[in-house]
């Protein structure tokens, strides 16, 4: 069997457990679990809608990463792991940060090498990562108090919560800031964006942007 059989079979098993989860949590009566599921139902079929527009195409291994963080969040939610084992927030807070800071090293190594009013040192781009990946999970605790405060869904329980969660996105952050330059090593940054198809569509938007 060959490798796009996998990927694709993959994709599919996801997106079904996805779609179980999303009527689970409706036929349930769980609004919130069941709209988890359909966000994250719309969130894993992204790296599939980039790829038909080719627009750029997501390397499989961070796609599966894509499906492992938002179906273990979903699932999570649904059988309320979150409430009876205390590091589940912890583990997907990892997770989810972690593929943040994948995308945001790869979003920096592009705009690094595409446009020449832009440039990040090599030895300062873990710095880059980390910043962008604590200012995220910032970004995420102000939407989840906001939406505590407005919709009384309780997803920050206390201080402390709070707290922790902000360093285990840091602690993610700091996991591909280490592991990132040391990948490029052993991999080039030409085949990476030779493999994302990411070049067309990056001159395209710098041509843009120098446009305007």
Same mark, same amino acid.
């Given at each position: 069997?060959?490798?796009?059989?996998?990927?694709?079979?993959?994709?599919?098993?996801?997106?079904?457990?996805?779609?179980?989860?999303?009527?689970?949590?409706?036929?349930?009566?769980?609004?919130?679990?069941?709209?988890?599921?359909?966000?994250?139902?719309?969130?894993?079929?992204?790296?599939?809608?980039?790829?038909?527009?080719?627009?750029?195409?997501?390397?499989?291994?961070?796609? /599966?990463?894509? &499906? =492992?963080? +938002?179906?273990?969040?979903?699932? %999570? #939610?649904?059988?309320?792991?979150?409430?009876? !084992?205390?590091?589940?927030?912890?583990?997907?807070?990892?997770?989810?940060?972690?593929?943040?800071?994948?995308?945001?090293?790869?979003?920096?190594?592009?705009?690094?090498?595409?446009?020449?009013?832009?440039?990040?040192?090599?030895?300062? /781009?873990?710095? &880059? =990562?980390? +910043?962008?990946?604590?200012?995220? %999970? #910032?970004?995420?605790?102000?939407?989840?108090? !906001?939406?505590?405060?407005?919709?009384?869904?309780?997803?920050?329980?206390?201080?402390?919560?709070?707290?922790?969660?902000?360093?285990?996105?840091?602690?993610?952050?700091?996991?591909?800031?280490?592991?990132?330059?040391?990948?490029?090593?052993?991999?080039?940054?030409?085949?990476?964006?030779?493999?994302?198809?990411?070049?067309?569509?990056?001159?395209?938007?710098?041509?843009?942007?120098?446009?305007?």
């Amino acid at each position: 069997m060959s490798r796009a059989w996998w990927e694709r079979s993959l994709s599919y098993l996801f997106q079904a457990l996805l779609l179980v989860m999303f009527l689970v949590g409706l036929f349930g009566g769980d609004l919130y679990a069941a709209g988890s599921a359909l966000f994250g139902f719309g969130f894993v079929s992204i790296p599939w809608f980039l790829k038909r527009e080719k627009i750029m195409v997501i390397p499989f291994e961070l796609t /599966l990463w894509v &499906f =492992i963080a +938002v179906s273990l969040h979903t699932f %999570g #939610v649904v059988v309320k792991l979150y409430d009876s !084992i205390w590091w589940w927030d912890k583990l997907t807070h990892f997770l989810s940060t972690s593929l943040i800071a994948i995308f945001g090293f790869i979003g920096f190594v592009i705009v690094d090498k595409y446009t020449e009013t832009i440039s990040f040192p090599p030895r300062f /781009l873990p710095f &880059f =990562i980390v +910043v962008f990946v604590s200012a995220m %999970g #910032v970004l995420w605790e102000i939407i989840e108090f !906001i939406l505590d405060s407005s919709l009384g869904t309780h997803m920050q329980y206390s201080l402390s919560d709070t707290a922790t969660d902000l360093v285990s996105d840091t602690l993610g952050g700091l996991a591909i800031a280490a592991i990132g330059p040391l990948y490029l090593r052993y991999r080039s940054l030409d085949s990476l964006i030779q493999e994302m198809n990411v070049e067309k569509t990056a001159k395209r938007l710098i041509r843009r942007k120098q446009r305007t």
